[in-house]
């Protein structure tokens, strides 16, 4: 071994064995044995110390750099144990690898070292090695420029791109892993799964190439530093870990809706640009969800499903994936993961953000494990507010089920917090004038009031800037007026603020729908939407559901007929629609005497949601609403004598009275949530606002009046309230001009 050089070495042979390194292949009388890249990795190492010991640490560092736990059925002594069978030889009675008591392994026995000719391109064993002399050299039509750093995978430099005069990162496998499928297949899984998303918080892709068959990804280059290296400097703000947190879960929130579950979401992972922009870097464990296969086609996501299959063909279910410290408990068990997998891993790294130290500790990645499965985190800081602690803790459920169902959900309540975490002020903070400016705005035939203005004033310690009113007037088409409100609706306008849609009443005296874009002046009628009552539109605003002849409908606003979905003979209804592309669900009251029903947007068998609670006198459920958790509804429970309770009910869960949360807020006609965290409602012709907690569903602090003279139908005296939508409360009083044509 005198004289010998590990590092440009070809062949090592030892008995009827020869590892050939550039082939990754282990041979026994020049057969092919069929071994694994973990058994390989492991016995060059020590082949190139022969007689030494090779501690447990410096075989974890070789397989596992950054404690990436690629394959757990590899671990150490599985991967040991793989390599002794195909060495013929067992722990007992070994002839090549010694087991020494805890400490690691030696080699045994006589290597041959066989170099490779000085004229033959050296390979490197380590991804350290030979990548610095890239710098300086063109790659495709790059230029590159210097080395950044590099991860368990991948060696990343700054370079210029020559044919857009721009730099770029460029992220290459090292040399030693492309001899191998499967770091070759996770770093093109990387850059398919990364390259099928477009979103402001996720790390950009912009090529996949090739450099003397070393693979390469060219990504957007980023100023800044890691999450995990910005934490070692310096604890974070509240506000700053808030902002943070919520740009994560919105790209997370991109990526499941693609079915696309990154599964090493970690502070290493993730990148804060000087500007404070979070960037989630590395796919190149993400999965794309069974579910979203046949949905999803013609993209890069489609690749990257096939090295999803291809990787899940090998790991098998039992295979955990992630890094130790952040994985999921399902993760730790080796089970298929869904997006809740990474909510938690956000969590871990939410109490860490919030905390400065990991959520599972523990001496070994079995210790860690152990935690994850068994154990809660330590207590978070005093310092901590209250609402984010328990979002912390909600992440951190070990049951999926019991943590926030979406990355849209979990932002909505890290955006809660953020809008709350200045304390309420008392009412007396309030002039006059502060609390009626609103009433004094009026919106579209309607006049709009920024009722979020009003309700920041809860949170200001001084009198709140008047703000401006914004009014203008709506006249009905040539021979139409507007319908009665009481019973066709108030008028609508669409989700993505494009469109209106009211009911008129030509000169025929049939009353329809009709849609006009806000960009113009001219309205259309719906054919088919005869005597439509209390329309509501899609989340897409391509469609409007009402009810007419006893049933419920739903009607394109392109054109074409309506579509019967369920018998009804009350007003209104709610839509949401979770996923792109997908129908969304309809909730929905049937008729006096019953409770809520949902159902499929695109048809099918009603479900029912709620039931009347006897205990109470209730007589009738309606006017749902649902929260921006897309589960959970906003209703009135109205009794004997038409007293009403505001309620709330999980559209999944069982039609039982027990399972419906009543408020403490009676006596109400109407009630809309409004973000970030309010309750709007009606009482005594007052629109009234009280703070809500959309985490527990429970009303705090005193309520308080921000607009009077409103009521739900009209007289000289009040306005009526048609809706709450960002924030904004849209009022609407009339004037009587030739016979209703006019709102103003």
């Known amino acids: 071994m005198a004289g010998s050089n590990p590092q440009r070495a070809r062949l090592f042979r030892f008995g009827p064995f020869e590892l050939d390194v550039r082939a990754g292949e282990l041979r026994k009388h020049g057969i092919r044995l069929l071994l694994r890249e973990q058994p390989l990795r492991i016995l060059l190492l020590l082949l190139e110390q022969p007689g030494e010991i090779v501690v447990r640490a410096e075989i974890r560092s070789r397989l596992w750099p950054n404690e990436t736990v690629v394959e757990f059925d590899h671990g150490i002594n599985a991967a040991i144990k793989k390599l002794r069978a195909a060495l013929a030889e067992s722990a007992e009675k070994p002839r090549y690898i010694e087991t020494v008591a805890r400490r690691g392994y030696r080699f045994l026995g006589e290597v041959e070292v066989v170099e490779a000719p000085s004229s033959e391109p050296q390979v490197p064993t380590d991804p350290d090695l030979e990548t610095d002399d890239l710098e300086?050299?063109?790659?495709?039509?790059?230029?590159?420029?210097?080395?950044?750093?590099?991860?368990?995978?991948?060696?990343?430099?700054?370079?210029?791109?020559?044919?857009?005069?721009?730099?770029?990162?460029?992220?290459?496998?090292?040399?030693?892993?492309?001899?191998?499928?499967?770091?070759?297949?996770?770093?093109?899984?990387?850059?398919?799964?990364?390259?099928?998303?477009?979103?402001?918080?996720?790390?950009?892709?912009?090529?996949?190439?090739?450099?003397?068959?070393?693979?390469?990804?060219?990504?957007?280059?980023?100023?800044?530093?890691?999450?995990?290296?910005?934490?070692?400097?310096?604890?974070?703000?509240?506000?700053?870990?808030l902002e943070l947190a919520t740009q994560i879960a919105g790209a997370l929130e991109s990526a499941h809706k693609r079915g696309i579950v990154h599964r090493d979401v970690k502070p290493a992972n993730l990148f804060v640009t000087q500007r404070g922009q979070a960037k989630i870097l590395d796919f190149g464990l993400a999965k794309l969800l069974p579910e979203r296969l046949s949905t999803v086609h013609g993209t890069a996501v489609e690749e990257a499903a096939n090295d999803s299959a291809a990787a899940g063909a090998q790991t098998g279910p039992s295979s955990p994936v992630g890094t130790v410290a952040y994985m999921s408990p399902e993760q730790v068990r080796g089970e298929e993961v869904d997006p809740r997998s990474d909510i938690f891993s956000l969590g871990v790294v939410l109490y860490e953000m919030a905390g400065g130290k990991q959520a599972f500790g523990g001496g070994s990645s079995a210790e860690t494990m152990n935690a994850i499965l068994r154990d809660d985190p330590p207590e978070l800081p005093t310092s901590v507010t209250r609402e984010l602690d328990r979002i912390v803790r909600r992440c951190l459920e070990k049951m999926p089920d019991r943590r926030f169902q979406s990355a849209a959900e979990l932002g909505m309540a890290l955006r809660s917090v953020s809008a709350a975490a200045a304390a309420p002020v008392p009412a007396q903070w309030f002039s006059r004038q502060a609390r009626a400016w609103i009433a004094a705005s009026m919106v579209m035939a309607t006049v709009m009031g920024t009722v979020a203005a009003v309700l920041a004033v809860m949170h200001f310690r001084e009198k709140p800037p008047k703000l401006p009113a914004i009014q203008f007037s709506i006249f009905a088409p040539e021979?139409?007026?507007?319908?009665?409100?009481?019973?066709?609706?108030?008028?609508?306008?669409?989700?993505?603020?494009?469109?209106?849609?009211?009911?008129?009443?030509?000169?025929?005296?049939?009353?329809?729908?009709?849609?006009?874009?806000?960009?113009?002046?001219?309205?259309?009628?719906?054919?088919?939407?005869?005597?439509?009552?209390?329309?509501?539109?899609?989340?897409?605003?391509?469609?409007?559901?009402?009810?007419?002849?006893?049933?419920?409908k739903k009607i394109s606003i392109g054109g074409g007929p309506p579509k019967i979905l369920a018998r009804s003979n009350l007003r209104g209804g709610t839509w949401a629609q979770l996923d792109e592309g997908e129908p969304g669900t309809i909730v929905f009251p049937t008729e006096a005497g019953d409770g809520l029903q949902r159902i499929s947007a695109a048809g099918g068998e009603p479900v029912r949601i709620t039931m009347l609670d006897s205990s109470r006198n209730e007589v009738l459920h309606m006017q749902p609403q649902f929260l921006p958790d897309g589960r959970h509804l906003l209703f009135l429970a109205v009794g004997d004598g038409e007293s009403s309770v505001v309620s709330i009910a999980d559209v999944r869960s069982k039609p039982d009275?027990?399972?419906?949360?009543?408020?403490?807020?009676?006596?109400?006609?109407?009630?809309?949530?409004?973000?970030?965290?309010?309750?709007?409602?009606?009482?005594?012709?007052?629109?009234?606002?009280?703070?809500?907690?959309?985490?527990?569903?429970?009303?705090?602090?005193?309520?308080?009046?921000?607009a009077e003279h409103v009521g739900n139908g009209f007289n000289r005296h009040t306005k009526r309230l048609l809706g709450v939508r960002h924030g904004r409360a849209c009022l609407e009083s009339r004037v009587q001009c030739r016979q209703a044509t006019r709102m103003v």
């Open 136 to 241: 300086g050299k063109p790659i495709s039509h790059y230029l590159v420029l210097d080395k950044l750093g590099q991860g368990g995978m991948g060696v990343v430099f700054r370079a210029k791109d020559l044919k857009l005069k721009r730099n770029v990162a460029l992220k290459f496998l090292p040399e030693e892993y492309s001899a191998h499928a499967q770091p070759l297949e996770r770093f093109q899984q990387e850059a398919r799964a990364a390259a099928a998303l477009s979103h402001p918080n996720i790390c950009t892709i912009y090529e996949i190439g090739e450099h003397q068959r070393r693979p390469f990804i060219a990504m957007e280059l980023l100023e800044g530093q890691t999450l995990k290296d910005l934490l070692a400097e310096r604890p974070l703000q509240l506000d700053e870990l």
């Open 479 to 552: 021979g139409v007026t507007f319908g009665d409100v009481r019973y066709g609706g108030p008028p609508l306008i669409s989700p993505d603020g494009s469109q209106l849609a009211f009911a008129g009443i030509d000169g025929r005296g049939t009353n329809q729908l009709w849609v006009r874009p806000l960009r113009s002046l001219t309205a259309r009628p719906l054919p088919g939407t005869d005597d439509a009552m209390y329309p509501f539109w899609s989340p897409d605003s391509r469609w409007l559901a009402f009810v007419a002849d006893g049933k419920l």
């Open 657 to 706: 009275s027990k399972s419906v949360q009543r408020l403490n807020i009676q006596g109400t006609s109407r009630v809309w949530w409004a973000p970030p965290g309010y309750l709007l409602f009606l009482r005594d012709h007052n629109l009234i606002a009280q703070v809500f907690d959309t985490l527990r569903f429970k009303v705090s602090g005193e309520p308080l009046v921000i």
